[in-house]
C-alpha cells in the first residue's frame, strides 16, 4: 500500500516485489490480527516458493511466518519485534479472549523459532523477556540524520526562566 510504506520502497532505490495486495487487512473492521497472519503466511509461501534461496530472511512483527520461513534451507531467519502482540491486545471480554487465546498461543511457539530476535529498545526487551522464554538481542531503529542538517523551527511560545 503506497500510502503505508517507507518512501525508500517508493523512490526506486530499491526493488520491491508487492504480494499479497488483494488480501483484506480487516474483516469487517474486525479479524485484523487473523487477516494480517493469512496476509503474512501467503507472503512467506510466495517468498519460498517464488525465490531460488536468501542467507537471512528477516521477519518483521508476525512470526507466524518463521516455521514456513525456516523451510528454506539454509536460510537464516531474523525475528524484528517491535512489542509483544500478545500484551498489546486487549482480552477484555470472553469472545476477545477467545478470539485471542490460538493467536497468542502461535505468537509464543513461533516467536522463539527464529536464529536471531532483535526488538527496538531495552525496554522492549524486558517486556519481551517476561513474555517468552528466549532473550532478545537490542537493534535500535536507524534515524535519518539529514534531519539534523537545519535547526527545527519553533512554533510555541518561549518562556524564561
Request: net charge positive; glycine share 4%; aromatic share 14%.
Amino acid at each position: 500500500d503506497k500510502s503505508r510504506c517507507f518512501e525508500e520502497t517508493l523512490s526506486g532505490v530499491f526493488r520491491v516485489t508487492v504480494y499479497g495486495f488483494f488480501m483484506p487487512r480487516h474483516i469487517l473492521y474486525r479479524l485484523h490480527a487473523v487477516c494480517a497472519y493469512l496476509r503474512c503466511l501467503f507472503v512467506a509461501l510466495c517468498v519460498i516458493l517464488g525465490w531460488s534461496s536468501f542467507d537471512v530472511i528477516l521477519a518483521d512483527q508476525v512470526s507466524v511466518v518463521i516455521p514456513l520461513l525456516k523451510l528454506k534451507r539454509p536460510t537464516k531467519v531474523v525475528f524484528y519485534c517491535h512489542f509483544p502482540d500478545l500484551l498489546l491486545a486487549e482480552h477484555t471480554t470472553p469472545l476477545r479472549r477467545m478470539y485471542r487465546k490460538p493467536i497468542d498461543y502461535i505468537e509464543e511457539e513461533t516467536t522463539g523459532m527464529a536464529d536471531l530476535i532483535l526488538v527496538n529498545s531495552k525496554f522492549t526487551e524486558s517486556t519481551f523477556a517476561d513474555a517468552f522464554k528466549p532473550r532478545p538481542d537490542v537493534l535500535y531503529p536507524a534515524v535519518n540524520v539529514n534531519q539534523f542538517d537545519k535547526p527545527l523551527a519553533y512554533k510555541g511560545r518561549r518562556t524564561s526562566n
